[in-house]
């Protein structure tokens, strides 16, 4: 989840009302986010430090508030302080526009074709008349930061693990950044429309960049910026692509390199009153979303309050569009389906009137003698796609803890799922057959889910984790071996036998995924002892099959296999009648001295989900 600083006096401020440390924690818990820490900058540099020094009393107090993730608008102070008070009933929501320029008279930004080789989508607007002041100024700043790590970023280009180890995971953490959608803003004074979106072979590119004195040539930034800690972390986007993104203005002035750093000529300030943000992206619908983001937080600073000029986008096809897109729509939602939903008995009134604290502005109307309640999504509620997200915002609205179980809900949305109830049966029979139920993490140490195995990665299975915060959480376990070993090589000491069992998900990519990778449920069962144990093992087995009611021969059956992890000979793998969802056999020696095991263990485990 994301976490956002904010100082607390100034936060205090702006909600025109001060709070004991306990009534905002409990106004956070209210609204859906949460009060993560309580601290000073001068105490985060201590913190760095190692030094024990006491809080001074002259130190600002900042809060870190951890909010959802896809909640883009709670990501500055802007859009906490004006969601709070919403919320307080302080403030009505407000009403976004778009100012009313002639399309003659718009600014313009031509996409040329090139540029749809590398980020073919941009989307433009202008806050006018804004007023800077440095909070205000680090804030918009620092929004533009945190949308760059959360909406625009891509896991999925990130490197392969080797390269991880090769660069660091300081390094690895911020690859995916910017690769989405990349945020230029500039200090509209010092440009002229109509500005170009190109696409150039580097040599063709060169200007002065931010924090530069002299210009360069596109490939020779690259190169620059090859040993700058920051803005390397950037470089591979678009480095080994044979033209680059380049947004100029009327007079061939460099506005930005997205998404690697923007041109100095056009660099903000306290002073700027007029700003142009650019967005240039690979994906137009982030593109949009992130647009709408900052503009309609710091429109709030704007001559006319809450007002966005539009820039149209004209591309060389003919076809054109005018950003931002601020306009609201709407959702019908029944009012029996948020009800029986939360498990609560709301009248539709009510139902409106949480909903308009959650800056979603709902009225009720009845169809066909049915009440229903027309919801009003602003653009700012990018996180609002479905009835069921509106029944969630309901819900929070009216206290999590004041709903009560129902037997209503019991039997219809509270529900168990299939897979959990089916794994919580075999949990009751495994525990039943004498087994101990341990829980390990789902992540592990890379070493541990393939050499310590005896398995090689083949980069087709194991999901990599991009930030590992330490060597032993650098792979999400693509099996639940790793977990149950370390458990047992933990507890070797213990009387034999040791019989535990681990139900519990694994991850393995999966390009049918939007996320890249999709979680399997399995059970994983592991007996240590002074002797060989296989046919302990093959009995749980057997047991488990019983209990799902699935024959031997024409449901389940063996086949011999030739697993690494288990000694030759020893083992075997489990079919579903032609569908393979596991093995079992005595792990192999080399494996046991590895996770420091003095004694012979069997080892069995199955996927679950089949079996629903």
């Known amino acids: 989840m994301p976490i956002v600083s904010v100082g607390r006096d100034r936060l205090f401020d702006a909600l025109g009302q001060t709070y004991e440390q306990e009534e905002f924690e409990e106004l956070c818990f209210d609204y859906g986010i949460e009060l993560d820490d309580v601290t000073t900058e001068k105490a985060i540099v201590r913190k760095e430090k190692h030094l024990d020094e006491e809080v001074g009393e002259d130190e600002e107090i900042i809060y870190k508030i951890e909010v959802p993730a896809n909640r883009y608008d709670l990501l500055c102070l802007e859009g906490l302080v004006q969601a709070l008070r919403i919320f307080n009933g302080k403030d009505e929501i407000p009403t976004y526009r778009v100012a009313d320029v002639p399309r003659e008279s718009m600014l313009k930004m031509h996409v040329k074709p090139e540029t749809a080789s590398i980020r073919p989508f941009v989307v433009c607007a202008v806050l006018r008349g804004v007023t800077f002041d440095e909070a205000r100024y680090n804030s918009f700043i620092d929004l533009q930061d945190k949308l760059h790590q959360n909406i625009c970023r891509s896991w999925r280009e990130l490197p392969p693990f080797r390269e991880f180890r090769e660069v660091g995971a300081s390094h690895a953490i911020l690859m995916g950044r910017r690769t989405l959608v990349a945020i230029g803003t500039h200090d509209l004074d010092t440009i002229h429309g109509p500005f170009t979106y190109e696409a150039l072979a580097p040599s063709e590119i060169n200007f002065i960049p931010l924090k530069q004195e002299r210009s360069f040539r596109a490939d020779e930034l690259m190169e620059h910026y090859k040993s700058d800690t920051k803005l390397k972390k950037f470089l591979h986007i678009i480095e080994d692509s044979p033209v680059y993104p380049v947004i100029y203005d009327k007079n061939r ?149 004041n709903i009560t179980r129902s037997e209503q809900i019991s039997l219809t949305q509270g529900r168990q799922q299939p ?194």
């Not at 999504?377 to 996180?383: A, I, L, Q």
């Not at 101990?436 to 310590?452: P, R």
Request: aromatic share 8%; with cysteine; net charge negative.
């Open 253 to 401: 002035t460099v506005l930005s390199l997205p998404p690697i750093i923007n041109g100095a000529h056009s660099s903000i300030n306290l002073r700027t009153k007029n700003v142009f943000i650019e967005c240039t992206a690979t994906d137009l619908t982030k593109a949009k979303i992130v647009l709408n983001t900052m503009v309609t937080m710091f429109s709030v600073y704007c001559e006319k309050k809450f007002e966005v000029e539009p820039v149209e986008v004209i591309y060389t096809n003919g076809n054109s569009s005018i950003y931002p897109d601020l306009s609201v729509y709407t959702m019908d939602v029944a009012l029996s389906y948020i009800t029986d939903s939360i498990g609560a008995s709301l009248e539709g009134s009510e139902v409106t009137r949480l909903l308009n604290r959650r800056q979603l502005y709902a009225e009720q109307s009845i169809s066909n003698g049915e009440c229903r309640i027309l919801v009003s999504v602003p653009p700012t509620r990018s996180d609002v796609l479905h009835a069921c997200d509106v029944m969630e915002n309901v819900a929070i609205a009216y206290g999590l803890n």
């Open 419 to 612: 897979l959990n109830q089916t794994t919580d049966l075999i949990r009751l029979e495994v525990a039943l057959m004498g087994y101990t139920e341990v829980l390990t993490w789902i992540l592990c140490s890379y070493e541990e889910n393939f050499s310590m195995l005896n398995r090689k990665d083949d980069s087709k299975t194991a999901v990599i984790i991009g930030n590992p915060r330490s060597s032993d959480f650098e792979v999400v376990r693509s099996s639940l071996m790793p977990g149950m070993l370390k458990t047992m090589g933990h507890n070797k000491g213990a009387t034999k036998p040791v019989k535990i069992f681990e139900a519990g998900d694994i991850a393995l990519l999966d390009d049918a995924k939007d996320v890249g990778a999709s979680n399997h449920r399995h059970l994983a069962a592991l007996c240590c002892d002074s002797s060989l144990t296989l046919e302990i093992i093959h009995g749980l087995i057997d047991r488990i099959m019983e209990v799902l009611g699935v024959p031997f021969g024409s449901g389940y059956h063996y086949e011999p296999s030739d697993e690494p992890e288990f000694f030759p000979s020893r083992q075997a793998n489990i079919f579903l009648k032609e569908k393979k969802i596991g093995s079992f056999g005595i792990v192999h020696p080399e494996v046991l001295a590895k996770f420091d095991i003095d004694f012979p263990c069997s080892f069995m485990e199955i996927d679950i989900e089949p079996f629903l």
